[in-house]
């Protein structure tokens, strides 16, 4: 067995192997007085990192699984996708959170890493907002060719006429537009990218890092930060944190014609014929940005926690059947996410052992 990552104390496998079969699809212990001393001998942490978008359902996570297990403790750095493969792949972290599969070569490392398969395991639905500052224009409509426009810097003002296209009779300020966008290696950057490029005909390659020479803004919370602050703003944002700071979102028009509103419920509808494509029981999944759902906002993201196949720490396990179970997605809505559909969520549960 590998080294167990991020051990605090000595862990007795017998007692986390314990812990993990007593921990319910409804995410609530089931451990009996007997099973569990009032003061447990061991105290075992692990830590991860990665993927910002993920961090309210993460905190949320760990906080109440250590309300139900006290003796054990889940560390998070949300420092982006990049940097948790990288965390990941240097042996410093058990798991890593990433809002987009990894590349072949970070895989041959992972694998080299893991001395088994490190695989992807879906975890929740997380909506990307376009969250907007203009306080005269509270329910703005986009295209994705207009968003493409505006993202690629061609539409610089709000009452372009793309725009004005988009909101038919209603009237637009004439305010530059300020665009806000990630400087950091990051998931979402990704994700909105690969929709804009099939959705809105978006002149570059999808990828992580931003590719516009513009200075950017680290972090989910930051994207929120400079919007909340900048008049005239617009950025690309988990719905999450633009919920949070109760900011604008714009409604999005999807391949059936529809502008749709981004909810939790429009946001699992997109997911409507999404296939895994992964192998070797990975969980990798391809789903259509073109998706012609009516209700489906189509801007959607599914991040994924990354740990290995074989000789992981069994607290990470432990975990991740919480995170998986009925307890861990019951309340993603309330944090601004999407919980997995149920085909999807059946496949996560039977690749961590988790009883149906």
């Known amino acids: 067995m590998d080294k167990p990552t991020g051990i605090a104390g000595s862990v007795v496998l017998a007692a986390l ?3 993990a079969s007593a921990v319910g699809l409804s995410g609530t212990a089931i451990l009996t007085r007997d099973d569990v001393p009032e003061n447990p001998p061991i105290t075992a942490s692990i830590s991860g990192s990665g993927s910002s978008a993920q961090k309210g359902a993460m905190d949320a996570w760990r906080a109440e699984f250590q309300r139900v297990h006290p003796d054990l403790r889940v560390d998070y750095q949300a420092n982006g996708s990049g940097a948790g493969i990288r965390d990941f792949i240097a042996g410093t972290t058990a798991f890593a ?3 987009v599969a990894m590349q072949p070569r970070e895989q041959a490392l992972a694998d080299r890493r893991c001395g088994s398969r490190a695989v992807h395991l879906p975890m929740l639905v997380g909506p990307i907002a376009l969250a907007y500052n203009l306080p005269s224009t509270p329910d703005l409509k986009l295209s994705p060719a207009t968003l493409t426009g505006i993202f690629s810097g061609r539409i610089t003002t709000w009452d372009a ?3 004005a296209a988009d909101n038919r009779g209603r009237r637009l300020p004439h305010v530059g537009i300020r665009l806000v966008h990630r400087s950091d290696e990051s998931g979402t950057t990704h994700n909105f990218t690969t929709y804009l490029k099939a959705a809105g005909g978006w002149p ?4 992580r890092k931003w590719p516009a020479p513009r200075q950017g803004v680290a972090s989910s919370s930051g994207i929120t930060q400079a919007v909340q602050r900048t008049t005239g703003s617009i950025g690309y944002v988990e719905y999450g944190f633009a919920s ?3 900011l604008n979102t714009a409604k999005v028009r999807n391949a059936a014609g529809q502008f ?3 909810s939790p419920q429009s946001a699992t509808r997109a997911l409507e014929g999404a296939r895994i494509v992964g192998e070797n029981g990975d969980l990798v999944v391809e789903f259509d940005y073109l998706t012609r759902s009516r209700d489906a906002y189509p801007i959607i993201m599914i991040t994924y926690e990354i740990t290995c196949s074989k000789n992981s720490d069994p607290l990470v396990r432990t975990f991740l059947r919480y995170t998986a179970g009925d307890g861990g997605q019951s309340y993603l809505s309330l944090y601004g996410y999407a919980p997995l559909p149920h085909d999807l969520l059946a496949k996560v549960r039977a690749r961590l052992g988790v009883p149906s």
Do not use: F, K, M
């Open 97 to 99: 959170g990433s809002d």
């Open 244 to 246: 949070n700071a109760r």
């Open 260 to 262: 749709v509103a981004l």
């Open 204 to 207: 570059y390659q999808p990828s």
């Open 17 to 19: 192997t314990l812990t």
């Open 161 to 163: 006429s793309e725009i």
